[in-house]
């Protein structure tokens, strides 16, 4: 079962290059999807990253998770699904 991973916290410098070989030491990503802007083309400093497995997964997130990439301290955690993230907003 895949698992996708949330990569938050990048320096904007980063590419899905970057972010597939640091995951890939882990295990096989499946997918590498840097979030970006849509008229500037510039990245919005964050990202997922999908791996085949759980175990992998796992181990790249507690690796991975508060290193340094490009001066910043990434954080690393398992994407949940659209439905559970807070809107941050007003509940009225």
Avoid at 64 to 75: F, Q
Wanted: net charge neutral; charged share 20%.
């Amino acid at each position: 079962m895949t698992m996708n991973i949330y990569v938050g916290n990048l320096p904007y410098s980063a590419t899905e290059e970057e972010l597939r070989t640091a995951f890939a030491a882990f295990g096989d990503v499946s997918s590498v999807n840097l979030i970006t802007d849509k008229f500037s083309g510039q990245s919005k400093g964050f990202a997922f990253v999908e791996m085949a497995d759980n175990a992998s997964a796992d181990a790249a997130i507690k690796a991975l998770n508060e290193t340094s990439m490009g001066g910043r301290n990434i954080k690393v955690n398992q994407a949940k699904p659209r439905g559970e993230r807070s809107s941050g907003g007003s509940r009225w």
